[in-house]
């Protein structure tokens, strides 16, 4: 039978969807609201908004794909559904980045772990001077969120790479946590990061998308924000141009108007839309602070078959080591484990030849457990920039000896897991490690071995920052509800606004958040109507 495929019933119902590769003549267009970037925060925020009435206009630079065109092979997800074809890299080339370019943005593939913002995260931000986002503010709107998206603990067992996981949690007494997932009808088949087939995940691209579009909203894919028009405290048009299927400009270009203005493009092409308008930022907040989670890998050899490309992707994680000592003190990191696919394992892993080879005829029987570290909390570690260059927008991101300190001690506590829960054989991804048979042999090698860009790989998922939030302008570009301090009809809704990383996945707390500000944007732009007194004199 057939999967019912959302996205092709609701164009053929009539949603007003707009491919920019299908324009051949330049558009004026007028809203209330117009939204950039069709992901956790602009998918969230485009329904809240038309549910209150407001006329919505969403823009997504990447494709309208759907379950119809997620066949389950990687060389048609990673240049449909990612940007740059998921080999996006930070400016020296010493970080991967996966970031999602289809509508949905990277709610469409990523591994669906829903995790609520550690309280010590929204401490720190206090701090910082973030006001009303303390957990029992938040809570409701994580409530809210996780009811929308059917949010829930994973109730089936974990698949053997996760199992590893926790077991090896088990046998050393480390903390581990069952992972909440946005999944309704999941088939556990475990291609996640390649588009749901069978609409199971609970992304923005079958949830509040649609749901937007069948309030009457407008979409339009394929077209990318340029730079806003602005004077004084107001922006009054916001320029964008029509793309092909090959994300190049085709030469037709969009003027819009609205009476407000969300952007939603990600932490990093939010603050580099913002940097091309040349928006005001005395503070020269715009794009800094733009952090990572940093993520090092560590492979293990299992006599048994893992086939850790089979089950849901990620179900368990351990917060062992994360905020040992403290927030604001040597970096922590959170341990999880990531599918694996041929070609996604195969780009993320060293050496060639027969070494690649041997690497690759492990498959089935390999173990990977990743090192997620949290960055952006010390000046040790306090992320990257977003820069504009003659080539569009870049992320730089030096790889400091404080990240390769928390890279060592995370490699340390992945190998003595993987050992814990039974592997034969350890291989830290960096250069020179080798293949390690025992705990004590790992324990050596790698207080020892040479961590540097380039011979460490290290990737990452979760880009946050670099248009940060607070009440403080010398601190943040925008205030605690997302309203941006110099213009009173703009406002920026995605995980860019966070002033650190999170140590978590990110993808509930962009939901939480934004419907939050969403809800209070849509209150500003249209009020309650007043209550009349109607009582005769």
């Known amino acids: 039978m057939p999967i019912a495929d959302p996205i092709l019933a609701g164009l053929a119902a009539g949603w007003k969807h707009t491919d920019g590769a299908s324009l051949t003549e330049d558009l004026e267009l007028e809203t209330?609201?117009?939204i950039i970037g069709t992901g956790a925060g602009g998918g969230t925020a485009a329904e809240i908004l038309t549910q209150a009435g407001l006329r919505v206009l969403l823009l997504e630079a990447g494709p309208l794909k759907s379950s119809s065109d997620f066949v389950m092979e990687e060389r048609r997800a990673y240049p449909e559904l990612y940007q740059q074809a998921a080999a996006m890299k930070t400016l020296d080339k010493g970080i991967?980045?996966?970031?999602?370019?289809?509508?949905?943005?990277?709610?469409?593939?990523?591994?669906?772990?829903?995790?609520?913002?550690?309280?010590?995260?929204?401490?720190?931000?206090?701090?910082?001077?973030?006001?009303?986002?303390?957990?029992?503010?938040l809570n409701p709107w994580f409530d809210k969120m996780e009811q929308r998206l059917n949010i829930s603990r994973w109730p089936i067992d974990p698949n053997r790479n996760n199992q590893a996981l926790r077991d090896g949690c088990v046998e050393l007494g480390w903390d581990?946590?069952?992972?909440?997932?946005?999944?309704?009808?999941?088939?556990?088949?475990?291609?996640c990061g390649m588009g749901c087939p069978v609409n199971a995940k609970q992304s923005m691209l079958v949830t509040t998308i649609p749901a937007a579009l069948n309030a009457g909203a407008e979409l339009y894919s394929h077209v990318r924000a340029e730079r806003f028009e602005h004077h004084g405290e107001r922006v009054f048009a916001l320029r964008a141009e029509a793309l092909d299927g090959y994300n190049k400009?085709?030469?037709?270009?969009?003027?819009i108007r609205a009476r407000h203005y969300v952007v939603a493009a990600g932490a990093i092409h939010t603050p580099a839309l913002l940097l091309r308008s040349q928006m005001t930022d005395p503070y020269q907040r715009l794009g800094k602070q733009t952090c990572l989670h940093?993520?090092?890998?560590?492979?293990?050899?299992?006599?048994?078959?893992?086939?850790?490309?089979?089950?849901?992707?990620?179900?368990?994680?351990?917060?062992?080591?994360v905020w040992?000592?403290?927030?604001t003190g040597q970096p922590g990191y959170k341990l999880e484990v990531p599918p694996v696919h041929p070609v996604l394992i195969a780009s993320k892993t060293l050496g060639y030849g027969p070494q690649h080879a041997e690497l690759m005829s492990w498959f089935n029987h390999l173990q990977v457990t990743i090192a997620l570290i949290r960055d952006g909390f010390s000046p040790e570690l306090p992320g990257g920039q977003v820069l504009l260059t003659d080539k569009g927008t870049a992320l730089d991101y030096p790889l400091t000896p404080a990240l390769f300190a928390a890279a060592r001690r995370a490699f340390a506590s992945m190998a003595e897991l993987q050992f814990a829960a039974g592997a034969e054989q350890v291989m830290p991804i960096n250069e020179g490690a080798g293949i390690l048979s025992s705990w004590q042999e790992a324990k050596q090698v790698i207080a020892d071995m040479p961590l540097a860009p380039?011979?460490?790989?290290?990737?990452?998922?979760?880009?946050?920052?670099?248009?940060a939030m607070g009440e403080d302008r010398q601190l943040s570009w925008v205030n605690s509800e997302g309203q941006a301090h110099y213009y009173s009809n703009l406002s920026v809704m995605d995980g860019s606004v966070f002033p650190s990383s999170l140590g978590a996945n990110p993808q509930l707390s962009i939901y939480?958040?934004?419907?939050?500000?969403?809800?209070?944007?849509?209150?500003?732009?249209?009020?309650?109507?007043?209550?009349?007194?109607?009582?005769?004199g």
């Open 176 to 191: 581990y946590t069952v992972i909440k997932r946005n999944v309704l009808g999941c088939w556990n088949t475990g291609y």
């Open 324 to 327: 040992q000592d403290g927030a």
């Open 512 to 536: 939480g958040l934004t419907a939050r500000n969403a809800s209070l944007l849509a209150r500003r732009l249209k009020p309650e109507p007043a209550v009349q007194d109607v009582a005769e």
């Open 294 to 321: 940093p993520t090092v890998l560590s492979g293990a050899r299992f006599r048994e078959a893992i086939n850790a490309h089979s089950g849901a992707p990620q179900s368990i994680y351990s917060d062992q080591f």
């Open 249 to 255: 400009p085709t030469g037709v270009k969009l003027m």
């Open 454 to 467: 380039l011979k460490t790989i290290v990737a990452s998922a979760h880009v946050m920052g670099g248009c």
């Open 96 to 137: 991967g980045i996966f970031q999602g370019k289809s509508v949905g943005g990277s709610t469409t593939v990523n591994w669906t772990t829903s995790i609520r913002t550690p309280k010590a995260t929204l401490d720190y931000w206090q701090s910082l001077g973030v006001k009303g986002l303390s957990r029992s503010e």
């Open 32 to 34: 209330d609201v117009v």
